[in-house]
């Protein structure tokens, strides 16, 4: 009996064995891009996802980050010319690409192909610090504090992002994209990574608030306090951390359809108390503070303010209806009416 039959006949008595163990092992394809996305995402879900801060987990995370990054990078210089993605241009062959069996280009010479021939700008400093730190992992001894190598790890991630939505996303398939989608997401639910957004773009969101152009709010899809509405209606929200962005109606809508989801019997009034448009909404900041926000003139107001303004404007109408009644009726009149609607 030949042996792949016996193993298969054996392990039947001894636990079951699906049928794929016993045959031939199928192939391992995997395209460049395929490749690096399996690197990052790999990567960034022990450290980003679970907070697993152990030193094996950010160890091999540095390797596999600068891994997939490198083969992005690499898919970008190959879509320009295949031959590029060679150390030794002149000893390039198709031969030799599709058996692998050649050098592939050094790091500084890929960055300044893709500077030089391909005409992309790319930003190397927080790509070659991340290498750096690989290759002391790789190739000697360490000594770093936990957040340095979280400060590194989060700027490549973010050049790598922006490289990927301007260069890489328009020839990616869409399983790619959607792998590409859960990378972004878990890293920019990374509080660094996040930290390094705002720090960045801090004189930008300042300015909306001094000049009271916008509204600086939670962003529906990463949570962060970093999401823009303006008031000229054609500008596009923006969130400044995961880059999502919505048109104002359709923003609007979103938060009205999670509204209508979450809805349990309770309801607020969603007139602006200044412009009267129903374009109110209300949301929790992350100390669970009760806020609403109008998305046409942009009035804010927190639960007590909202209260305050309430309790004025029934005094304004008493006051209104009480000078109307007296035209008409005795004192004694207008406090059993008062009475009644009171009851």
């Known amino acids: 009996m030949q042996h792949k039959q016996l193993y298969a006949k054996c392990n039947t008595y001894l636990f079951p064995v699906p049928t794929l163990y016993v045959k031939e092992m199928t192939k391992i394809k995997l395209t460049l891009l395929d490749n690096g996305l399996d690197y990052i995402y790999v990567a960034v879900r022990p450290i980003f996802l679970t907070h697993d801060s152990s030193q094996e987990s950010w160890k091999y995370s540095v390797l596999h980050i600068y891994s997939g990054i490198e083969l992005l990078l690499k898919e970008k210089l190959r879509k320009e010319h295949w031959s590029l993605i060679f150390q030794d241009t002149s000893n390039a062959s198709q031969e030799k690409l599709e058996s692998s069996d050649f050098i ?51 700027a490549a991630l973010n050049e790598i992002i922006k490289f990927w939505e301007k260069h890489l996303k328009t020839i990616s398939t869409d399983e790619q994209q959607r792998k590409f989608a859960m990378i972004k997401s878990i890293a920019t639910g990374f509080e660094t990574y996040r930290k390094q957004k705002l720090k960045k773009f801090n004189i930008a969101i300042n300015g909306i608030i001094e000049n009271n152009s916008g509204l600086i709010v939670l962003c529906p899809d990463c949570n962060s306090r970093s999401f823009a509405i303006f008031k000229d209606d054609q500008k596009e929200c923006k969130c400044f951390v995961c880059d999502r962005k919505y048109r104002k109606d359709d923003y609007l809508s979103n938060i009205r359809g999670v509204e209508n989801k979450r809805r349990r019997g309770e309801t607020y009034d969603t007139t602006c108390l200044s412009c009267k448009k129903e374009t109110r909404v209300r949301y929790q900041t992350s100390d669970e503070e009760t806020l609403y926000y109008c998305l046409n003139c942009l009035n804010k107001e927190d639960e007590r303010e909202l209260m305050q303004k309430q309790e004025e404007l029934k005094q304004l109408e008493l006051d209104e209806e009480v000078k109307n009644l007296e035209k008409t009726h005795t004192n004694e009149e207008i406090i059993e009416i008062l009475r009644a609607k009171l009851i």
Do not use: M
């Open 104 to 154: 592939s280009v050094y790091h500084d010479e890929l960055v300044k192909r893709l500077q030089g021939i391909a005409k992309i700008t790319i930003d190397d400093e927080p790509i070659k610090k991340l290498r750096d730190l690989r290759n002391r992992f790789e190739h000697f001894e360490v000594n770093i504090t936990l957040n340095e190598c979280k400060e590194i790890v989060a």
